[in-house]
């Protein structure tokens, strides 16, 4: 199975910015679709943005214009460069694989707000 590790969370401002990094094992990663999700406390979890293999991206309409979803399949590794953050953004960010044969979840980081 495939593994995938975040990181770059870590307490912000509003109007900060962040980037998050979600590196994954094997060789299946320039095939995959990747995805980051968020699950805000007391809230479910949702799609923040996707990019496929291919390099098309669709984004939750709460974030558009202030994220960026990337990828470098030589690095194995996914980007969410998250800008303008607001409170509402507050959640432990999900990078997320999905192939046609299965998908794999990371561990998620905590974006905390500082108040």
């Known amino acids: 199975q495939v593994q995938l590790v975040e990181s770059g969370g870590g307490l912000v401002q509003a109007g900060g910015s962040l980037r998050l990094s979600c590196v994954a094992s094997g060789s299946i990663f320039s095939i995959a679709t990747m995805g980051w999700y968020r699950q805000a406390p007391g809230k479910q979890r949702e799609l923040v943005a996707v990019i496929t293999s291919g390099g098309s991206t669709n984004y939750a309409d709460s974030v558009k214009g202030r994220f960026t979803i990337s990828r470098d399949n030589a690095k194995n590794t996914a980007y969410l460069e998250m800008t303008s953050l607001k409170p509402a953004d507050t959640a432990v960010y999900y990078c997320?694989?999905?192939?046609?044969?299965?998908?794999?979840w990371g561990q998620g980081t905590q974006v905390p707000f500082s108040s």
């Open positions: 997320h694989l999905g192939v046609a044969f299965g998908t794999s």
